[in-house]
């Protein structure tokens, strides 16, 4: 099967889903407007609005031309048409739908909601559903998932290799983004959330890991510019330092997650100590997770291991501690599950997530790796399989 019918096919399975979703709920069709959710149903991206009834077929209410032919494509200039044209097609207008309410601004949502005609406690919040329905992967997307996994692996094999004595940490960042490209990278890490903004990654060296972040990573990172405080900062890697390597893997539409941690000679023996512990978390975690088990369950399990070698102090930082160990993948960073003490969520098979249990190391660095793994019948299948050992760039 080539790949533009193995993405018809994959679209039509989007979509059903979506509507068995809108019945089940007593809605009677969905807008979709904001990049990620068009693409999620249409494979492409416009200027325009995504409309799915509960029962039928797309429309696609577009405001600006595109390059690429789609079935039922009706051209609009402002969203107050769309009831006009879906009266002049024949079609029921709708009662209930579905908006996405958490990522539109309050005009786009008020102006839509205006121009439908339509009541505000039949709103229902697509920014939710669309997530969740979205962090359960079909086949074809996990053939994405596993094509970016390949490329993000190819890139860290290399990064050894283009170090050199006397580099910043933004001088290592540049060349490894350089690399990225060069591998396919779409040069964007898709996040979801406010406050969300990031370079193509994040890396981390010596005492820079302990700096605070206001954006909602893992670590944080003083950065090099004050409109941007997350990640590398400039300064000179230095011996007994820690290089943590946190680059997106975005070489397809679906994304990929991994950490891996170098060296520059010998580190404390609590940093190789903490390192190890991570790894035990990954192994325990991967012997135990399944279908059906609670992210708060995994949170726990790792906290447990953490609490017993008495690393609680540099878990997930120092001076700000994140509160959560894994989180979902997929056409954003960071999609549903979350693996949080507070999280309901269950894993689910086909759920792709990233699980990062870091620790920082005052004067030498965050330490610790991040692997993506896909949830099956049997159990997590680790898609990042590369060296997790911390690398000594001394010794390549």
């Not at 739908?97 to 008020?110: H, R, V």
């Not at 900062?233 to 230095?238: L, R, S």
Request: glycine residues 8%; aromatic residues 8%.
């Amino acid at each position: 099967m080539d790949f533009n019918t193995a993405l018809s096919n994959d679209l039509n399975i989007r979509r059903k889903r979506l509507q068995e979703e809108m019945q089940r709920q007593g809605v009677d069709a969905c807008i979709l407007t904001t990049s990620v959710n068009v693409f999620y149903m249409v494979g492409a991206i416009y200027n325009g609005y995504f409309y799915l009834p509960s029962e039928g077929e797309a429309i696609h209410f577009i405001k600006r031309n595109i390059d690429f032919e789609l079935e039922h494509t009706i051209h609009i200039r402002k969203p107050e048409q769309i009831l006009e044209e879906l009266q002049k097609a024949g079609l029921k207008c709708p009662q209930k739908i579905l908006l996405e309410i958490d990522t539109l601004s309050f005009s786009d949502c008020d102006r839509l909601i205006a121009s439908l005609k339509l009541q505000k406690e039949n709103i229902v919040n697509a920014s939710v559903l669309l997530r969740r329905l979205r962090s359960v992967k079909t086949d074809f997307e996990l053939s994405q998932v596993r094509l970016c996994a390949k490329r993000h692996i190819e890139v860290y094999k290399q990064i050894p290799y283009i170090y050199k004595e006397g580099m910043t940490d933004l001088d290592l960042q540049f060349e490894i983004e350089f690399l990225m490209r060069k591998h396919g990278s779409l040069g964007i890490f898709r996040s979801y959330g406010a406050n969300m903004d990031i370079y193509m990654g994040s890396l981390l060296v010596g005492e820079n890991a302990e700096s605070p972040s206001p954006f909602d990573f893992a670590l944080g990172g003083k950065g090099g510019n004050s409109v941007l405080p997350l990640g590398a900062c400039g300064e000179k890697i230095k011996k007994g330092n820690t290089i943590m390597v946190d680059m997106a893997g975005n070489y397809s539409p679906w994304m990929t997650d991994m950490t891996r941690v170098f060296s520059v000679g010998k580190i404390s023996d609590l940093a190789y100590k903490a390192h190890a512990v991570s790894g035990e978390i990954h192994q325990t975690i991967v012997s135990q997770a399944k279908p059906g088990i609670a992210c708060a369950d995994l949170y726990n399990i790792a906290m447990d291991i953490v609490n017993r070698n008495g690393l609680d102090a540099y878990f997930m930082g120092t001076r700000q501690q994140a509160k959560f160990i894994g989180h979902g993948v997929g056409l954003e960073i960071n999609e549903p599950p979350v693996l949080t003490p507070r999280s309901k969520e269950l894993l689910e098979t086909n759920i792709v997530f990233a699980l990062e249990p870091k620790f920082v190391i005052p004067e030498v660095g965050a330490v610790g790796y991040e692997n993506t793994y896909l949830v099956t019948d049997n159990g997590l299948e680790n898609l990042t399989v590369l060296e997790e050992n911390i690398i000594d760039l001394n010794n390549q």
